[in-house]
């Protein structure tokens, strides 16, 4: 029988049999034609086709309606830029002038403008198939100093993973670089926030619900020396580090004029050239820079969506998986990309890398990118792929809508005829989307609060 709706946000049977799925996308070639077991929160066994369960399963879940998927990461996204989705002002602008604009609007930001903007991005992410998202937040105005454990409350709230940033800017424009005073914060105030929120809410280890990284935000709004502690202090709390580099050319120029280096020497010179670190876009790399971020195992978080909006270019994704960077893939800010899911992502992936590198490249590679990729981006082992003894983190999508009507194959029918919604969602064994909707989450009502604190803040009312 299928697994009850009422126990959506119970802990999982002890042994459930999601079984016998129309297809399957394991990231990792395992055989799972017969679906999976899920125990204690992980994923006990894997069922090949054709195959039962080892052990009796007391409940079992028929998957014969869906295609299964590991849990969608997001490996780099801006939560509270949901409340600017489409703004006209900007609509039409490339990176530094979209900045310039939307910087005295995001200013203005309250505790509660962020509580629904994290709300709103965490459910669209999670009824599009993810179950993992990485938030870069690096706006502290006044007022808004504790816009990190406004996030983490959410993030319980919603029962999703979530890797956390804690983001900073402390270069100015009256100091050369872009952002406005008002959003810009001290050094010694930035470090002794980092190290206040890695205490308190950092979960190292498999299974970690919530994890810190420390992001400074971009080459153009924050000093070498924040740059620099802050690699400092995650290596000392075993943290990782994110920030954007290499997005556009106007990034490169800066780079070049204000510190006489390339962008990747620019990461080195402040002690992020490793693995602990990853980056937001990614794009401008020549060959030798791209040799030695494979060297040096540090990530790329690829945004097809955002380049494309903001006509930054396209990252040389199968280069940069060839020379062993790992990548994964981000939905970016939801003013420049305008959408936060994740299956639509893959999708956009997928083709904007056959644009640049022909039509061979195949749908399993963009949904690893999306899985397997992701989560190394992120450093969780334990995440992104369908194996024994990792997470159940999982997603299940169906192929009922008119748009799938004449597909063949089920698993390119996800990205080749545009899935956009998942029917089930599963976060460590427990189910969090039914049915195409979040339990106990009243959208609408939710959508008109989060719009209306839209319409305030552009207002500045």
Not at 64 to 92: C, E, I, K, M, S
Not at 204 to 214: E, K
Request: hydrophobic share 45%; aromatic share 6%; charged share 20%.
């Amino acid at each position: 029988m299928n697994a009850s709706t009422n126990a959506t946000t119970n802990p999982a049977p002890s042994r459930l049999w999601i079984k016998d799925p129309l297809a399957v996308f394991t990231a990792n070639g395992l055989d799972a034609g017969g679906g999976l077991v899920v125990a204690d929160g992980r994923i006990a066994e894997l069922v090949p086709a054709g195959g039962s369960p080892a052990q009796p399963c007391q409940e079992a879940f028929d998957a014969g309606r869906h295609v299964l998927l590991p849990g969608l990461v997001n490996t780099h996204h801006h939560f509270y830029q949901t409340l600017t989705r489409a703004w006209g002002p900007v609509a039409d602008a490339p990176l530094f002038p979209w900045l310039k604009n939307l910087y005295p609007v995001w200013a203005r930001l309250t505790p509660e403008d962020l509580e629904l903007a994290v709300e709103v991005a965490l459910a669209e992410l999670l009824l599009s198939g993810c179950t993992t998202a990485a938030d870069h937040h690096y706006l502290f105005p006044a007022g808004l100093q504790e816009a990190v454990d406004v996030e983490v409350a959410v993030v319980r709230r919603m029962g999703m993973r979530a890797t956390l940033t804690r983001g900073s800017m402390s270069l100015g424009e009256d100091d050369g670089g872009l952002p406005p005073r008002s959003t810009v914060q001290r050094a010694d105030a930035i470090l002794a926030d980092s190290e206040r929120v890695i205490r308190a809410y950092h979960e190292p280890g498999d299974g970690a619900l919530v994890q810190i990284a420390l992001a400074p935000c971009s080459p153009f709004s924050v000093t070498t020396e924040i740059m620099a502690e802050s690699a400092a202090l995650a290596e000392r709390h075993d943290v990782r580090l994110h920030t954007h580099l290499a997005e556009t050319l106007d990034e490169e120029e800066f780079c070049r004029q204000r510190f006489g280096l390339r962008t990747v020497d620019y990461l080195e010179s402040v002690g992020w050239l490793g693995n602990r670190t990853w980056l937001g876009h990614g794009i401008h790399f020549d060959d030798a820079e791209i040799a030695r971020l494979g060297a040096a195992g540090t990530a790329v978080a690829h945004c097809p969506t955002s380049n494309m909006r903001l006509a930054s270019g396209t990252a040389r994704v199968l280069e940069l998986e060839d020379a062993g960077v790992p990548v994964g893939l981000g939905v970016d800010g939801s003013a420049s990309n305008d959408a936060s899911n994740m299956i639509l992502e893959a999708r956009q992936a997928l083709y904007l890398q056959r644009l640049r590198y022909g039509a061979q490249v195949p749908v399993e590679r963009a949904l690893g990118w999306a899985t397997r990729g992701s989560a190394a981006a992120l450093g969780r082992s334990d995440l992104g792929q369908l194996a024994p003894g990792l997470q159940a983190d999982l997603a299940l999508f169906t192929l009922d809508e008119l748009r799938f009507s004449g597909s063949h194959d089920p698993l390119a029918a996800l990205l080749l005829c545009g899935a956009d919604r998942a029917d089930r969602v599963m976060v460590g064994g427990r189910w969090r989307v039914v049915d195409g909707a979040i339990p106990g989450l009243d959208v609408p009502a939710l959508a008109a609060r989060h719009s209306a604190a839209a319409r305030r803040l552009v207002a500045g009312a």
